[in-house]
């Protein structure tokens, strides 16, 4: 039965994968595994000294922000009550909406001094630059303490991380510990800088250069962005920002020194153009932008509105992935694999758009309850937000691990010492030994910009990988 029991399984599972038409997807995770494995088996090297050097680092500037903050106040300040008490004697704004006890009109506020918030008024409080620095050191030195250490693996010595295949969108996750969020910091203080290769081996390091903003690009064939991406252009925030407002968008360039080679023009409305970039990629609606720039929710939309006039064809192309992702009650990823993410309170949302039609039709609209109302906008606005981002998210993800297969089995072909001990999402380390680095590197970046052009539906733009020699990551 143990052996029967599978194949019967599989039978089952292999008539649902027919019926979706996922097969290229299966075919990808099956062929991902192995390298997957290799990497999880395989593990990270670790400088352990240089590790509590960076540590020991971190703990003195958490120390001195925390002595510069109690001769302003002699408060706990890792308390938010008291943080919030003094930061409101202070005049600091901390009430924001409690979307979970608000609904309709009926809105209610809550206090909160966490980043998202109180960032945005850093420029007119200067205590909250203090306050959000030590909370961030904070957390590093609770986070990559001397417990983390405890992660190296006796026998092996090295990071063995638990990877999980597939989230939501297609993405692999990292955990105990987790790879994936480690601080890179300034350079001789990083924690990333503590990874090592094992001595007479090198790490080769490759990434994809704008890889989402060319993904967004290609599938929504966006003919603004294609021409920048096929143009000798590299600030697309200075791009975008441009084409909203019609005038020359140009950032600082400095040198190591901090020496200005070239002159900003406009600079402000080139963080316009950065803060939309990222924010509608995610489906940031006016809200989120009126909150990023503390502008008037009108204002926000004027924004948006200069962004989707610039970017015409990425209108119709979020228009329509909401209108299927309505339809289906899922999110296709890829048009390449067909992977697909079924959408949370789908079925809620279905019972709540035809109670909303038939009071409607019925000419009770006024009779709908409030909560009906703010209910149904809420999942409506969750279905439109992930179908514009994980489409991009999961292509990006299957990008990366058809990369890796390909690299892997090159080398495994070219029976060459080489393993990849670590992915991070856009990003593929390789270890190998010193005297085949050049080889391996460019074989990384090769298929790495062969797997981007395989599974762009529209092959409008080329996908480019962006290759960093290092001793250490």
């Given amino acids: 039965n143990d052996v029967w029991m599978p194949l019967l399984i599989r039978r089952a599972q292999l008539r649902l994968v027919a019926k979706d038409s996922i097969q290229e997807t299966v075919k990808l995770e099956n062929r991902y595994l192995p390298v997957l494995s290799e990497t999880e088996l395989y593990g990270i090297g670790a400088d352990s000294e240089q590790w509590m050097e960076n540590y020991e680092k971190y703990i003195i500037l958490e120390e001195a922000a925390k002595s510069a903050l109690e001769a302003i106040r002699p408060i706990n300040w890792n308390s938010s009550k008291q943080v919030v008490k003094v930061f409101k004697e202070l005049g600091i704004p901390t009430e924001i909406v409690d979307k979970e006890k608000s609904y309709g009109d009926n809105i209610s506020y809550k206090d909160s001094v966490q980043e998202l918030h109180i960032a945005k008024y850093a420029t007119e409080f200067p205590l909250i630059k203090l306050y959000l620095k030590y909370k961030n050191l904070k957390k590093i030195t609770s986070s990559y303490g001397e417990k983390f250490l405890n992660h190296i693996h006796q026998v092996t010595g090295r990071i063995h991380s638990n990877f999980t295949q597939m989230v939501t969108t297609g993405r692999q996750a990292s955990s105990t ?110 809200h989120k932008i009126a909150d990023a720039f503390q502008i008037p929710i009108k204002e926000a939309e004027v924004f948006i509105t200069k962004y989707f006039e610039a970017y015409k064809d990425l209108k119709i192309y979020y228009e329509y992935v909401h209108k299927m992702a309505k339809k289906r009650g899922y999110i296709l990823i890829s048009d390449k694999y067909k992977r697909r993410t079924y959408i949370k309170h789908y079925d809620e949302y279905i019972r709540l758009e035809k109670y909303i039609e038939r009071q409607k039709k019925s000419g009770w609209v006024k009779l709908i309850p409030k909560k009906v109302w703010s209910r149904y906008y809420i999942l409506k606005g969750e279905i439109e937000r992930d179908a514009q981002n994980y489409p991009i998210q999961g292509t990006g993800a299957e990008l990366t691990k058809l990369a890796a297969c390909m690299f892997f089995e090159w080398y495994i072909k070219e029976n060459l010492d080489v393993k990849i001990p670590l992915i991070v999402h856009d990003e593929i380390i390789a270890e190998c030994k010193k005297s085949i680095q050049k080889k391996v590197s460019k074989a990384l970046k090769f298929f790495m910009e062969e797997a981007g052009n395989y599974i762009l539906p529209n092959k409008l733009i080329k996908i480019v990988a962006g290759l960093l020699l290092s001793c250490y990551y």
Wanted: glycine share 10%.
């Fill in 177 to 286: 510990p987790n790879l994936q969020n480690i601080p890179k910091g300034k350079k001789g203080s990083g924690f990333r800088e503590c990874f090592k290769p094992a001595e007479g081996y090198v790490f080769v390091i490759s990434d994809y250069a704008s890889q989402e903003s060319r993904l967004i690009a290609d599938v929504a064939k966006e003919q603004a962005m294609i021409e920048f991406f096929n143009s000798k252009e590299t600030d697309f925030h200075s791009f975008t920002a441009s084409k909203m407002f019609g005038v020359e968008v140009r950032a600082t360039i400095k040198d190591d020194d901090g020496n200005i080679l070239v002159e900003g023009i406009n600079e402000h409305l080139r963080q316009i153009g950065k803060v939309l970039n990222f924010l509608i990629a995610y489906g940031g609606s006016a």
